[in-house]
């Protein structure tokens, strides 16, 4: 896998982990203090999360962080 498939993982884990919570862009940004356009970038992978802003997304979607994140 090369480094754009990667981020595109990325991006889709995240997708799929939110929608399966039952959140919506808004609603997990609300939850981990960011924009939803911040979300919206991260599901693109137009955008590299903090590690805070990871374990967030993780918690609040309730996977672990290496369900989402690829840290190479």
């Known amino acids: 896998m090369d480094e ?11 997708r ?8 919506t862009q808004g609603e997990l940004a609300e939850l981990v203090g960011v924009r939803r356009e911040t979300i919206m970038r991260l599901e693109k992978a137009q955008y590299n999360p903090s590690l805070k802003l990871a374990i967030d997304i993780s918690r609040a979607v309730g996977a672990g962080i290496e369900e989402i994140f690829v840290f190479e």
Do not use: C, T, W
């Not at 799929?16 to 959140?23: D, F, N, S, T």
């Open 16 to 23: 799929r982990k939110r929608q399966g919570a039952g959140l």
């Open 4 to 14: 754009h498939d990667n981020k595109k993982s990325f991006g889709e884990y995240i």
